[in-house]
């Protein structure tokens, strides 16, 4: 058997093929059998000589949330003991609930997923005030496609013998399959991501440069929405790859390039030029 390792390119059904962890593997390992999907592709030879760096964050920036997030500084599980998982679900003292296999700072907002793993990158069970919790959940499918959760249960609702509050439950990706008609569940593409606007959301998924790591990632802004996005302009944000709406920043230095009023916060790192907002 050869082991081919692929890397889908930004256009519909095209793949390159890379080495993995550094490494032209020729020979299938047996452990990896488990894990294939039998698809036909057409692969783009890259020629050997140049590698292929990894530019990409894989995962999601939660730049955008509802409330600003405090999360319980996590306590840290020692090797084998078992996680007895309380019964409480509700936060205590006003604090949100993040939970996710990789770390998390409430600043940096970050959920990454390990390269070519899908699945959920982390969820949240957001303290917005002393009345009201909300949750939020994002992850890949199965195609890599971004897939978002607002509202609803915390709790995934397919997760066999797995106990409901560990980690392992509430991360189980079973909350994607949710009905076409459910109002939390958001499906984006893997090309396009995703853009709602509707009351009482607007949820935003877009491909961006994240200043935390200089990577290109997903983008993900959960804002409360009357449906009303305001002014259209015809132009396409160079941070985020959405259409620019109520303010129009346009850099003052350069011909053609401009910022939604998200992006344009995190100018100083991105394009440190002056810009002029137009309304
Ligand atoms: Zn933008
Ligand atoms: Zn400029």
């Not at 303290?127 to 959940?137: A, G, H, Y």
Request: charged content about 30%; proline content about 4%.
């Amino acid at each position: 058997r050869l082991g081919i390792f692929l890397r889908m390119l930004p256009r519909e059904n095209r793949y390159a093929r890379v080495m993995l962890a550094g490494e032209d593997l020729v020979v299938f390992r047996e452990g990896l059998a488990a894990r294939c999907t039998y698809r036909d592709v057409f692969v783009q030879q890259r020629v050997w000589g140049s590698v292929l760096t990894e530019e990409r964050f894989y995962g999601f920036w939660m730049r955008t949330l509802l409330a600003p997030v405090k999360s319980k500084p996590k306590t840290k599980k020692k090797g084998g003991q078992k996680n007895s998982g309380g019964q409480n679900t509700s936060d205590e003292e006003g604090f949100s609930q993040v939970i996710t296999r990789g770390s998390w700072s409430d600043e940096d907002r970050l959920f990454e997923l390990a390269v070519g793993d899908s699945g959920t990158a982390g969820a949240i069970y957001l303290n917005e005030n002393e009345n009201r919790s909300t949750t939020i959940k994002v992850g890949l499918d199965g195609a890599f496609n971004p897939r978002v959760q607002v509202g609803g249960s915390i709790f995934s609702p397919e997760i066999r013998n797995l106990d409901p509050y560990s980690e392992e439950g509430r991360l189980h990706p079973s909350w994607m399959d949710a009905p076409a008609h459910s109002m939390y569940l958001h499906r984006g593409t893997r090309l396009d991501g995703l853009l709602k606007d509707d009351y009482p959301w607007r949820i935003s998924v877009q491909n961006g440069m994240i200043p935390k790591t200089g990577k290109i990632g997903w983008i993900v802004d959960i804002e409360r929405s009357d449906g009303d996005r305001g002014k259209e302009f015809n132009r396409i944000c160079d941070g985020c790859s959405s259409t620019i709406y109520k303010v129009w920043h346009k850099c003052t230095e350069c011909d053609e390039f401009d910022f939604c009023s998200k992006c344009v916060v995190h100018a100083e790192d991105t394009h440190n030029h002056k810009f002029e907002a137009i309304t």
